[in-house]
């Protein structure tokens, strides 16, 4: 089955930086994604990692852990507009559904 | 460009009504998807297109019925809906559903809230 994790809620303050962590247990293990979603708007494509390691993007950052089935998103000079749910979201080469959700991490930017 | 066009944006329809949502991108991408996505859910899909033939339908009521016209439309045509379908659908593409084992980025539409009266 696939099975993937992260925190229901975080909260930061203005201008801090915060780590959403996301684990993940899948069969056949493609690609690892993770997505902002704005209330009552669609997702927008952050980032992906496949290999170990960390990507770097700007203000954001992802990290991947294959071996641990780990994942996180780092966000550094939090601003208000990056309050958001962080969807994480594996890309599996087995099953169904190629694209596995998990249940997001609704972040909360305060001043 | 990385933009999926989702109309209508907003939709309210009684439970006797047919309606259909459409979608539609310009990035050359031959895999395409509908979810359905409740108030503080990740999305849930539906159904995946790939080359304009349904290659996955995630076990949707008969009431949901997508079409692929070509390669850059897609249809989710609406039929005797109930209450409980009410929901934000959202569309994506991604250049190919799962080709090689290469990574496929889907791109979502902004989305169309749907009630169900």
């Known amino acids: 089955g696939q099975n993937i994790d992260q925190p229901t809620e975080m909260t930061a303050t203005e201008g801090a930086i915060v780590q959403i962590n996301c684990t993940y247990q899948t069969s056949g293990f493609n690609g690892l994604f993770w997505y902002q979603q704005h209330a009552g708007e669609a997702p927008t494509f952050l980032s992906y990692n496949v290999l170990d390691g960390l990507e770097e993007k700007g203000r954001f950052s992802s990290f991947l852990s294959r071996s641990k089935g780990y994942s996180y998103l780092l966000l550094k000079e939090l601003q208000m507009k990056d309050s958001a749910s962080y969807l994480c979201a594996v890309e599996t080469r087995s099953g169904n559904t190629p694209l596995v959700f998990g249940k997001g991490t609704r972040l909360s930017v305060i001043a | 460009d990385t933009e999926v066009t989702q109309t209508p944006k907003h939709l309210v329809m009684g439970m006797t009504n047919k309606k259909s949502l459409k979608c539609e991108q310009h990035m050359g991408h031959r895999a395409m998807y509908w979810y359905k996505q409740k108030a503080k859910k990740p999305p849930e899909l539906m159904f995946v297109?790939?080359?304009?033939?349904?290659?996955i339908n995630e076990s949707v009521p008969s009431r949901f019925s997508p079409e692929c016209p070509n390669s850059s439309l897609l249809n989710l045509h609406l039929h005797a809906l109930q209450p409980e379908d009410s929901a934000l659908y959202l569309c994506?593409?991604?250049?190919?559903?799962?080709?090689?084992?290469?990574?496929?980025?889907?791109?979502f539409g902004p989305g169309t809230r749907l009630l169900v009266l």
């Open positions: 994506a593409s991604s250049q190919d559903s799962l080709s090689g084992g290469l990574v496929e980025t889907q791109y």
């Open positions: 297109y790939s080359y304009e033939k349904l290659s």
